[in-house]
């Protein structure tokens, strides 16, 4: 218990349902006001008691539902509670949902921080008239109005001042506890949705795919057609004495090349620039369904791929299957790349497996002595990250003599929402 | 009295392989005796032609310049020189190759006077190419996850040691020899004794293994 109170986070905490407190004490300014005009309209108690009970819940869900809060309590959560979102950094409410849940934060933080607020103004109130008790004249004081302690003069008078030091480190342990239960259901109420988290991966992903693509586009077409645009004037320079007629082939060439790579690089900048719509250019991103088109692909590069799959796969959510296709394709690239050996003696295993536990991807396949990269390269790299945001995990390595790479993605947490 | 050097082009495209020739050819001591337009071609053109040294594109379309640069080295004694040809500089691919065998790489957008320069140097095989590129590549690539290893089990002399560090900061064996005040020949042998211990084709892959050893600090 006393950890708690040397800890940092307790008082950040505290910090945090004060701001709570503050905004109740706003808000009882105001309905006070309003409950007034209420009782002078004069109408039946029943309506009454219904127009005030609107009055007092109506000003926190209005505010509670400005598309603003929750951006405010994302950064305030996020710093006082020590939360963090993976909605990085927690944007303002697009969608009614997001408000709805925002308002329910909003009023568990008023409800918390009214309660918490309470209790530490009336202990550190009393707390301190009590602290300075042993100082005061023996006879009758008020802690406040109707209540009075006695002052005796002598030492146990003490058992004042320790009851509020106690008191006191009390209301810190309590508002911890409350804190950490924030800290808790931060995450679920006013943090995304699984849904909306998948919303955030596939666009994550779909703008990573398109960079990626870009990439390869500049380098094989711009880079290609300016290397051989740069080759051709040296080779020209050098020989237009001896061979005019080559240094004629090649200024032809060059300005060919130089032509199409700047179609090329109008078409890239396009892409580029039209980046409202990430991916919206491209095909639609395969998913397992497409798996047997891809192996079959595979195959006919004469590697024996062997596959094993269990479970329904059409079941998965549209990102997971995204990310497995991915991987696959990864895996098997890598394996042709790093086998050092004709693709006809290349055997891939692949399973599966989708169970209550999630989806399971292994692939093994035979690499060569000598280039058996236990780094892995860019793509192992790219399939971590992608793999983290879906909470899964990665192992890679040798095992026996095969290289295997395992992934395990999480599906209960994805399917629903 | 110049002595010839004679190339072979590789490359899909055939306005690099004309341009490379054109600025090959126009070098009275060197000359393209033959040209490839896939890895799969290579091994037959090398055979006939008997090159010093192989200009080799790294992507290609069937067979790439690291299977190919595999294929050569392995099926021919001896081996010409191999130098790897890039567009891009951070290419994963050349790292590959160097592993491979290949003593040195160009970018395409080398100036033809530097790339005249490479040819001679990797012919002459008396230093190594571009060692500033090799050791920020080895960095790069290198795979960081296992322990050095250092170089002990070779049992190179503490001669040969301080000659492959040499090496490995781009020396040259004239260069060596003045540092360690030897004679150029005694060098020669050094490099050829430690090249052999380490099983090494040239300077360049001595290199690798040095720094991938963790004999040669990378930083």
Request: aromatic content about 4%; charged content about 30%; glycine content about 12%.
């Given at each position: 218990m006393a950890n708690v109170l040397v800890r940092g986070s307790t008082y950040l905490r505290w910090v945090y349902l004060l701001l709570g407190a503050a905004l109740v004490l706003a808000f009882i300014l105001v309905d006070s006001a309003l409950v007034s005009l209420v009782q002078e309209l004069g109408l039946p108690v029943v309506l009454t008691g219904i127009l005030i009970a609107v009055v007092v819940v109506a000003p926190p869900v209005v505010l509670g539902g400005l598309p603003a809060v929750r951006e405010v309590e994302g950064i305030a959560v996020e710093s006082l509670l020590g939360v963090r979102f993976d909605?990085?950094?927690?944007?303002?409410?697009?969608?009614w949902a997001q408000r709805r849940r925002t308002t329910t934060w909003f009023c568990l933080h008023l409800v918390a921080g009214g309660f918490v607020g309470v209790i530490s103004t009336f202990v550190f109130g009393v707390g301190a008239v009590l602290l300075a008790a042993p100082f005061r004249s023996p006879g009758s004081h008020e802690v406040v109005p109707g209540i009075d302690y006695q002052v005796?003069?002598?030492?146990?008078?003490l058992w004042m001042p320790l009851a509020s030091i106690v008191a006191i480190a009390l209301v810190f342990v309590l508002s911890a506890a409350i804190g950490a239960l924030l800290a808790y259901t931060a995450p679920r109420v006013l943090g995304p949705t699984p849904a909306e988290r998948i919303e955030l991966l596939e666009r994550r992903t779909a703008t990573l795919a398109e960079r990626n693509r870009l990439a390869r586009e500049l380098h094989d077409s711009v880079g290609h057609a300016l290397s051989l645009v740069t080759i051709q004037a040296a080779a020209a320079r050098r020989v237009l004495a001896t061979d005019p007629a080559f240094a004629e082939t090649a200024l032809a060439a060059m300005e060919t090349s130089a032509r199409a790579a700047l179609a090329d690089l109008d078409h890239v900048l396009g892409l580029l620039r039209d980046?409202?719509?990430?991916?919206?250019?491209?095909?639609?991103q395969a998913t397992l369904g497409n798996l047997t088109r891809l192996v079959e692909a595979t195959r006919a590069g004469g590697i024996s791929v062997e596959v094993k799959r269990t479970g329904d796969l059409d079941e998965l959510p549209a990102a997971v299957s995204r990310e497995a296709y991915r991987i696959v394709q990864e895996g098997l690239t890598n394996a042709i790349r790093h086998a050092g050996r004709p693709a006809d003696e290349l055997t891939v295993d692949l399973s599966i497996n989708l169970d209550k536990t999630g989806l399971l991807l292994e692939l093994t396949n035979p690499v060569s002595g000598t280039s058996d990269h236990s780094g892995g390269g860019r793509g192992l790299a790219g399939i971590r990250e992608r793999v983290a945001v879906l909470r899964g995990t990665v192992e890679a390595g040798l095992v026996a003599d095969r290289w295997r790479l395992a992934v395990t993605l999480p599906v209960a947490v994805t399917t629903k929402g | 009295m110049t002595v010839q050097i004679s190339v072979v082009v590789v490359d899909d495209e055939p306005l690099i392989r004309s341009g490379l020739r054109a600025i090959i050819d126009a070098e009275p001591d060197l000359s393209v005796v033959g040209e490839a337009g896939d890895g799969a071609e290579v091994l037959p053109v090398v055979r006939r032609t008997r090159p010093d040294v192989v200009l080799m594109d790294v992507r290609m379309p069937a067979v790439d310049g690291i299977q190919a640069t595999r294929l050569l080295l392995d099926g021919l004694d001896p081996a010409p020189r191999v130098l790897v040809v890039t567009t891009f500089e951070n290419d994963d691919y050349v790292y590959d190759a160097l592993r491979a065998g290949a003593s040195g790489f160009l970018l395409k957008r080398t100036p033809p006077d530097d790339i005249i320069a490479a040819i001679r140097t990797v012919a002459g095989s008396e230093s190594l190419l571009f060692p500033e590129a090799i050791r920020s590549l080895a960095l790069a690539h290198a795979p960081t996850d296992q322990q050095p290893s250092g170089l002990e089990q070779y049992q190179l002399t503490d001669r040969e040691q301080e000659v492959l560090r040499l090496m490995a900061r781009g020396l040259s064996n004239a260069e060596i020899a003045a540092e360690l005040i030897l004679g150029v020949q005694t060098i020669k042998t050094h490099v050829a004794n430690l090249l052999a211990k380490l099983g090494a084709r040239d300077r360049t892959q001595a290199v690798i293994l040095a720094y991938e050893s963790g004999f040669v600090p990378l930083h």
């Open positions: 909605e990085q950094p927690l944007g303002p409410a697009r969608t005796r003069g002598n030492w146990t008078d980046d409202r719509r990430p991916g919206s250019q491209t095909a639609p | -």
